[in-house]
């Protein structure tokens, strides 16, 4: 019997895409609690707690399939019990799905999600003489009030051994994505292509639209503030990367204030 080979299957049927769209759920809030139980259009996409700031289900970030029209989106928020404490809630909201690939960025308890689509494909490369990624921005990051948005934010990357700042993605508005993929040339620790196809210790930072370079405070008793940044990316050859920052500034202390660059793969 243990020599036995039996055929394993799985059930599945390829998707129509004239009838459904793919629609992946983001939760880009600035302030709350952990967030469960995906319902859309009554039924159960998703069950895993999933932090803010971060995709549905919280270990994937997976497209679910949507027919045409409108659809309901449903989400159980907890309670937030940490400083600045936020009352749990039930967010109940539509969208209006159309053909294609889409994210679903949720900014606000008591509106709509913003719809941005994803792209089907990425430039083409030579995959032998470039070591490049592709990389676009898209931009929820909210004033200290929570309400007012920010601004049109400027992403930069620095090397590993680079003190010089490189444009990513210019002046994106709030609510909006880069209009196109940034071609990223990757490094090594050496500064030379890496053909092993993956630069590693790369620092992003903030820029508002006259260029400088966003502040955020240091501590939570002071209210003096340094230059922001985030360090620690990885980014690998021929990979297609949206990066998003949500969050909000803080009015005095970091107690109130919430950066957050977030990535998921679109493809």
Not at 3 to 12: D, G, K, R
Not at 127 to 140: P, Y
Not at 214 to 222: D, G, K, L, N, P
């Given at each position: 019997m243990s020599?036995?080979?039996?055929?394993?299957?799985?059930?599945?049927s390829s998707l129509d895409v004239n009838k459904f769209s793919e629609i992946r759920v983001v939760n880009a809030i600035p302030v709350s609690g952990s967030s469960d139980t995906l319902l859309i259009n009554?039924?159960?996409?998703s069950s895993v707690s999933t932090a803010v700031g971060s995709f549905y289900p919280g270990n994937s970030p997976k497209y679910f399939a949507v027919p045409?029209?409108?659809?309901n989106i449903s989400l159980r928020f907890v309670a937030k019990i940490t400083t600045p404490a936020v009352a749990a809630f039930n967010y109940a909201q539509s969208i209006t799905v159309a053909k294609g690939k889409w994210s679903a960025y949720i900014t606000n308890a008591s509106q709509s999600p913003v719809?941005?689509?994803?792209a089907d494909n990425v430039p083409?490369?030579?995959?032998?003489?470039?070591?490049?990624?592709?990389?676009?921005?898209?931009?929820?990051f909210y004033k200290a009030d929570g309400v007012t948005?920010?601004?049109k934010m400027t992403l930069k990357a620095k090397k590993n051994n680079s003190t010089v700042w490189e444009t990513v993605a210019l002046n994106v508005d709030f609510g909006t994505q880069s209009a196109a993929y940034y071609l990223y040339k990757l490094k090594n620790t050496g500064n030379v292509k890496p053909w092993s196809g993956t630069e590693t210790n790369i620092t992003f930072a903030l820029f508002d639209n006259n260029?400088?370079?966003?502040?955020?405070?240091?501590?939570?008793?002071?209210?003096?503030?340094?230059a922001y940044s985030n360090t620690g990316w990885s980014l690998g050859k021929g990979r297609a990367y949206v990066i998003y920052i949500n969050g909000k500034e803080g009015a005095t202390n970091n107690t109130t204030q919430f950066i957050r660059l977030g990535s998921y793969n679109p493809l």
């Open positions: 020599c036995q080979t039996n055929e394993i299957t799985f059930p599945m009554g039924t159960n996409y045409f029209g409108v659809a719809l941005l689509q994803d083409v490369t030579d995959a032998w003489a470039d070591t490049v990624c592709f990389v676009r921005v898209a931009n929820f948005p920010f601004g260029d400088v370079q966003y502040q955020q405070f240091s501590t939570a008793t002071t209210s003096a503030k340094g």
